[in-house]
């Protein structure tokens, strides 16, 4: 699940989190989502760093063309359905129409806990046209569970938007991380360093991979870090 805080009363936190839906538009494409807080609580609702990552990924500055992706905690799916849908977006406007979909290389895989996946998949569903969902899988991944149900290291990038949070399941998440890398994967991860914790997350992080900054919203107060096992700076 996307495990983050939540303060009552907090900013725009009260409205924003108790909202039956969100929607947002990015890559061309208007995506509407349903919230639950009630029922799902953190699980069910658009988080800030969702909405930067989409963000971030919309400039084109990262190329996920014809790549296999995988977003962990996804809880809504808003950033999975935007992410499949510039795949999609890329297909039509580089005159590939003559391709079907199903024949690139291009998938994603978004995933959470069984408890949320079923509202996880309603949203993917509504967002997503059928023809092209089989493109667009919703899969349970509870980190550091059942990792044989995931090939190793078969994924170009690995997404997480407000997932470093609990600081017991720091361990499975990196587990997860390694089990999903190949040389050549890179991950994105959008977040809010709020806690002590969350920098004891990125120094556990750098210990196993090469980890930049790559891009801070002081809007929002939300930092993305790039991740690759082996890699030097010039890479980013």
């Not at 039956?20 to 509407?32: E, Q």
């Not at 609580?41 to 063309?65: F, M, N, P, Q």
């Amino acid at each position: 699940m996307a495990l983050v805080p939540y303060e009552e009363g907090a900013g725009w936190g009260a409205r924003q989190l108790h909202s039956p839906s969100a929607t947002y538009r990015f890559a061309s494409h208007t995506v509407r989502v349903r919230q639950d807080w009630r029922r799902l609580g953190v699980a069910a609702v658009v988080w800030d760093a969702a909405v930067v990552l989409c963000a971030y990924l919309e400039t084109g500055g990262v190329d996920i063309r014809e790549r296999s992706v995988i977003e962990l905690g996804a809880g809504t799916g808003l950033l999975g359905i935007i992410v499949f849908q510039m795949l999609y977006l890329w297909v039509l406007t580089v005159c590939l129409r003559h391709i079907p979909l199903y024949r690139l290389g291009a998938h994603v895989t978004i995933t959470d806990r069984a408890a949320a996946l079923e509202f996880l998949e309603s949203n993917v569903q509504d967002n997503i046209p059928s023809e092209l969902r089989p493109r667009a899988v919703v899969k349970e991944l509870t980190w550091g569970k059942d990792l044989g149900n995931f090939p190793p290291g078969a994924f170009d990038f690995i997404l997480g938007a407000d997932i470093v949070y609990l600081e017991e399941t720091f361990t499975e998440l990196l587990q997860t991380l390694e089990h999903l890398c190949s040389e050549q994967t890179v991950i994105l991860l959008s977040c809010r360093i709020r806690y002590e914790r969350d920098h004891k997350f990125l120094k556990m992080l750098r210990g196993r991979f090469s980890v930049y900054e790559v891009h801070y919203d002081s809007s929002k107060d939300v930092h993305i870090y790039k991740a690759q096992r082996g890699s030097r700076k010039d890479d980013f």
